[in-house]
């Protein structure tokens, strides 16, 4: 186990699959990835191997029988034949020496003379398929196994197989988040141990959980431990148990529901079964709505709708959230049919709330939508309604409210509901936003609001979204930050974002859940934060795994490793992780406990890869520009040059669904937001003496010497060289950065170089970012390219907003190869393993026609 290594799995002849024991069956979980040829997870099983052998040897003594115990197997030996179809692994391959070394780990491999079925440890009987704890190393808490062999070895030894449980400090989560400390988790990892290491029996139930109720302790039976859930250790996964899964031979009582646990009573205001799954049990191919919280500019929702809808499910990102107004208006004017709010995800919540307690005034929770019939307002009857209120405190009558939000009210620091009043005889300009408790005498007009906002689904409420992605900023662990909390990071104001994001899931419910977040989740205070957030899904009863994905292995030519946390409804199935489809090496990042989260192939495994991308394929074929260029829209003058180009300068309707390979993409058409930061004079002139060439920076630049230790100095025999301003050509900046060991300061990119990673500043003074062979940083277009954004993507804001917004995004070719891997999982035909390929040629070899074209071709049109 993570923290009290327990020996991994052990080794067996057969595949460990649905592995049936006459009547007292007992399904172990095929685990394919556990004792899988990994090299990631076969270092993992070292270690774990390593320290239970410790923990064996430092207990030796206290495994000697004591002279007065009793332990022993009781009973008639189970019959050969039947012996070696149940446990054929103890029986086969049976070698001249008392006991052979499993092929794995070089773990001892213990064989079989004879199987019973009962034990006796100190006066207690023991069967199979009973709980028990079992002696771990000094001083440290007992393990939790569940027995499911007892036999005699080939030494005449007396043993007894497990198959252990995980606490959940034993878990990826460790101390990060308050699980109940009687929930704990099955695993598929087993091994062998000496009969006399039982320690006593313990009761443990299975249970079922329902993300829409909440399990009251009163309603769990009276147990030692319950579990609800699966553990594996590669991507730290917690998945929904099988409903076969529970224990052998076990009666109705030791498997609990929730479906009646709010007071006793059960809650039928909303159905579990999903809207999207017939009766049959088979996806109806519907609408599914997204929720993208702290969404930026629309990187990561783009990508997941993109990818889902090429899966063959229609995912539409409904609703996005975020602070920055520019970021906002750049997703709206790119998704018009999203309802982009410009506010706190902290407001929103609490808007949330509000909205579905007017929802509930008005009786409209549990109301379809359709049978609403008509307002009884329409807009153009507004001016001419008899009824219209006017308000006491002003001479301003309403004619109708168009907006609502939760914030400030001026002059106070009181939090509050407002309403967006369209004022009788004056326009939107003239909008006021007014506190709802002001508007007394407006209850027609707001009732007409709420019902018309419910119908058009102006604000979700819990069980409307089928998916929240969102990455929630931390800047509390930010290395620019001296006063960082380790021991806390949660009481941290900077890192709370994380805290609000769960709570949104926690009040919406919804299916799935993608969060994402920089690789220093994992490394602050010992990757807390990465573990509250799993932690939280779990709290919540969400399926949940962690993986981390380098943007360059999806067709980007920039690394950029982020970490993606995937969480399900407990009946739904876990998305999985898409491995590489392109040939970059996976380097460093990831901290060492979480390596084996890192999304890619093993090192012995086959994979036909296609190659890596570098600078020039995404970005030679843009119109030169210089450092002053000021249009935002220009013409593009020659034709893409790579397949990246090509795909990249689609149309939205070509990149939604079909592919632009074999198509001639003329040169003709528009080229949104190619230019770049405009440098000052002193920068620009020192941009322009950096020489052409790869790996040219600063050190170029005379008056530069570097030393044999690679730190640079000063020429001593020569004067500094001034630009025409009178400041020095080389900073002193640039001297010192890194203690004068960095070659970053007005770095040139080069055209067959990867970019390690898209930054929020497009200022070259600490950073690579120079063009290749003109003299200005990056443009916009640019980065945006190596972040994935198709051409037609158009950024609003001034133009450092625009980097920021591009900097901050997720690489949309990441994001839509989840999506694909998230319209699978939706449709149910995935397993429980972490990871999956993706199609040959993703995206640009997957074909799918749309509903659109369906109707067209039934029409018989062309």
């Known amino acids: 186990m993570p923290s009290r290594k327990r020996g991994h799995a052990e080794k067996t002849l057969c595949e460990p699959q649905s592995v049936h024991v006459d009547e007292e069956s007992v399904t172990v979980v095929d685990e394919e990835e556990e004792e899988g040829e990994s090299s990631r997870v076969s270092s993992a099983k070292k270690v774990r191997s390593a320290q239970s052998r410790s923990s064996k040897s430092s207990s030796k003594k206290s495994n000697k029988k004591d002279a007065d115990s009793q332990c022993r197997l009781i009973g008639e030996p189970v019959p050969d034949a039947e012996a070696r179809v149940r446990w054929p692994q103890r029986y086969n391959k049976k070698k001249s020496s008392k006991t052979a070394k499993s092929d794995d780990n070089d773990e001892v491999h213990v064989y079989a003379k004879c199987h019973y079925t009962q034990a006796q440890v100190d006066s207690c009987i023991y069967n199979l398929y009973d709980d028990a704890c079992v002696k771990a190393g000094h001083g440290e808490p007992d393990y939790i196994g569940r027995i499911g062999e007892f036999f005699l070895g080939t030494d005449d030894k007396e043993y007894f197989m497990a198959r252990w449980f995980f606490k959940p400090e034993d878990t990826v989560i460790k101390g990060a988040s308050s699980l109940d400390k009687r929930r704990i988790f099955i695993s598929s990892l087993q091994d062998t141990n000496s009969l006399d290491c039982i320690v006593s029996k313990t009761k443990i139930v299975q249970v079922t959980f ?172 507004v001016e001419d309604c008899e009824h219209s209120c006017q308000d006491s405190s002003k001479e301003f009558e309403v004619a109708k409210f168009v907006g609502i939000r939760y914030g400030d009210f001026p002059d106070s620091k009181k939090h509050g509901l407002k309403l967006k009043v369209r004022w009788k005889g004056y326009g939107p300009s003239d909008d006021t936003w007014e506190p709802i408790d002001g508007l007394s005498k407006c209850q027609e007009r707001i009732e007409d609001f709420v019902r018309n906002g419910y119908k058009s689904g102006i604000l979700p409420l819990p069980g409307d979204v089928d998916v929240i992605c969102g990455g929630p900023p931390c800047q509390g662990i930010s290395g620019f930050n001296r006063f960082r909390n380790y021991s806390a990071p949660l009481e941290d104001p900077k890192n709370r974002q994380m805290v609000v994001f769960m709570d949104v899931v926690d009040y919406l419910k919804p299916k799935y859940v993608l969060m994402e977040n920089v690789v220093d989740i994992l490394k602050f205070a010992g990757g807390f934060l990465g573990r509250y957030a799993l932690g939280r899904l779990v709290q919540m009863n969400y399926q949940a795994r962690l993986g981390m994905m380098a943007a360059g292995c999806y067709g980007l030519p920039q690394f950029r490793m982020r970490v993606f946390i995937w969480g399900a409804y407990p009946f739904e199935k876990l998305p999985q992780y898409p491995l590489p489809t392109h040939d970059v090496v996976v380097r460093g990042g990831a901290p060492v406990e979480f390596e084996q989260n890192v999304v890619a192939y093993d090192e012995n495994q086959c994979c036909d890869l296609e190659k890596a991308l570098v600078l020039g394929d995404a970005i030679s074929d843009l119109p030169p520009i210089t450092n002053y260029e000021t249009r935002d829209e220009m013409p593009y003058h020659d034709p893409p040059k790579t397949e990246f180009q090509r795909l990249i300068r689609s149309n939205k309707l070509e990149v939604g669904g079909s592919s632009s390979v074999g198509r001639k993409t003329s040169g003709k058409g528009t080229l949104f937001d190619h230019r770049s930061l405009q440098l000052n004079e002193d920068d620009y002139e020192r941009v322009c003496h950096i020489p052409k060439q790869k790996g040219a920076n600063f050190r170029n630049l005379p008056g530069v010497l570097l030393g044999p230790d690679k730190v640079v100095e000063w020429d001593p025999t020569m004067e500094r060289v001034l630009l025409p301003s009178g400041k020095p050509l080389v900073p002193d900046y640039a001297m010192s950065f890194v203690k004068g060991k960095s070659a970053k300061p007005f770095g040139r990119l080069w055209w067959d170089e990867t970019v390690p990673t898209v930054v929020t500043r497009a200022e070259p003074h600490n950073q690579i970012i120079l063009h290749p062979e003109q003299d200005r940083v990056l443009s916009i277009r640019e980065n945006a390219r190596l972040q994935g954004f198709p051409d037609y993507y158009k950024l609003v804001g001034p133009v450092k907003e625009r980097y920021i917004q591009v900097g901050n995004a997720v690489a949309v070719p990441v994001a839509q190869a989840l999506g694909y891997a998230l319209g699978l999982a939706i449709q149910g035909i995935v397993d429980d393993k972490p990871l999956m390929k993706l199609p040959k040629k993703f995206p640009r070899g997957v074909h799918r026609v749309s509903a659109e074209t369906i109707e067209v071709l039934d029409n018989g049109s062309t």
């Open 210 to 381: 329902d993300v829409h109720k909440t399990m009251k302790q009163k309603k769990i039976p009276n147990c030692d431990y319950y579990y609800d859930m699966y553990y594996s250790l590669p991507y730290s996964s917690f998945l929904s148990l099988p409903a076969e899964n529970s224990r052998a031979g076990s009666d109705s009582s030791s498997t609990i529901s929730s479906e009646a646990v709010v007071d006793g009573a059960v809650d039928s205001s909303r159905s579990f079964e999903s809207r999207n799954i017939s009766s049959d049990g088979k996806f109806k191919r519907s609408e599914l709505t997204c929720l993208d919280l702290y969404s930026g500019c629309g990187g990561m929702s783009t990508g997941l709708c993109l990818g889902a809808n090429l899966s063959g499910v229609q995912l539409v990102n409904r609703w996005a959230v975020d602070l920055n107004p520019n970021a906002c208006k750049s997703l709206k004017i790119n998704h018009p049919e999203t309802e982009v709010r410009n506010e706190s995800v902290e407001d929103f919540l609490s808007l949330l709330k509000e909205w579905k307690q007017l929802c509930e005034r008005y009786s409209l929770i549990g109301t379809e939508k359709s049978q609403l019939g008509k307002l009884n307002l329409e807009e153009e009857e």
